[in-house]
């Protein structure tokens, strides 16, 4: 019903195109051809002068691409307007037909426009930047790209996931190297018949000897559970954050020798049947 009636009020019928050119004389076209050059390079120097202080900003570049290009056809916008407007073209009657054909495509692209509002959410609140590894909802991986309606990440095992910008705005999003320094957990089992204090202690060891464990920060090794088959333990030490993973892998390959060269019993599940006589 509102498109309608407001198409039937800016339908412009036969009479009103002749009477349009009936009054268009040499001197409008002369006046609306120099305010349309006049309006460009108006345009032109403020898009310019935006460029200039963009350079002298710390706003994000893609922040400042999409304030430029909507400024850029906000300007544009006017620029029509104002030359139709020169021209004798009944303005009211363009704008409702502009807004009616602005409504429309905004509401085909529902989906769109909410990722690119995510886009700007992710960019002005900056929860992660390019480079950073992230894990977003069940997805993990190195930020590559935060561009207007995915986001994309490269994983482990060197794989391209592209999530959509508003998927990422209304889930979790855990930042891991949004800071210089991280704690590492690694996750161990041993023997019923080995002492705790004598596991820990190895752990510790194994953990203090690499050369990329943080002397600042504390080394520590606890029990975690008792299960059927073995005593769980936790060791917690600290690294650089870009050092996390050489840290987690190598402790972790050498844990079986540590414990092979103190006597420490990596337990597996298993169940002891005793017979009796």
Not at 24 to 32: D, G, Q
Not at 75 to 83: C, G, Q, T
Not at 184 to 201: G, L
Not at 212 to 226: F, G, I, N
Request: contains cysteine; hydrophobic residues 50%; negative net charge.
């Amino acid at each position: 019903m509102f498109f309608s009636s407001v198409l039937d009020s800016a339908a412009i019928d036969e009479k009103q195109v002749q009477s349009f050119f009936s009054k268009l004389t040499l001197e409008k076209l002369l006046y609306a051809a120099v305010l349309l050059v006049l309006c460009a390079v108006l345009i032109k120097l403020i898009l310019k002068a935006a460029d200039k202080l963009f350079s002298h900003s710390k706003l994000d570049h893609t922040i400042f691409g999409f304030l430029r290009t909507t400024a850029k056809a906000v300007l544009i916008f006017i620029a029509v307007m104002l030359v139709a407007g020169t021209l004798g073209i009944d303005t009211s009657s363009l704008l409702a037909i502009l807004s009616v054909a602005g409504l429309a495509v905004s509401l085909s692209m529902q989906t769109a426009l909410s990722n690119v509002a995510g886009a700007l959410m992710i960019l002005t609140a900056k929860p992660f930047r390019s480079g950073d590894y992230v894990q977003i909802g069940d997805k993990a991986g190195t930020v590559l790209t935060i561009g207007a309606v995915y986001t994309s990440l490269r994983t482990y095992d060197n794989q391209i996931i592209y999530l959509p910008n508003s998927q990422i705005t209304t889930g979790s999003i855990v930042n891991m190297t949004s800071e210089d320094v991280r704690r590492i957990d690694v996750n161990v089992s041993a023997s019923y018949d080995d002492a705790a204090d004598k596991v820990r202690a190895a752990l510790c060891a194994a953990a203090a000897a690499h050369e990329k464990t943080l002397r600042d920060r504390p080394v520590e090794a606890h029990v975690v559970s008792y299960g059927d088959s073995s005593i769980q333990y936790v060791l917690r030490f600290w690294a650089r954050t870009e050092d996390y993973w050489t840290c987690y892998n190598d402790v972790l390959d050498g844990m079986q020798e540590v414990f092979s060269a103190a006597g420490i019993t990596m337990c597996y599940p298993h169940i002891n049947v005793h017979m009796g006589s």
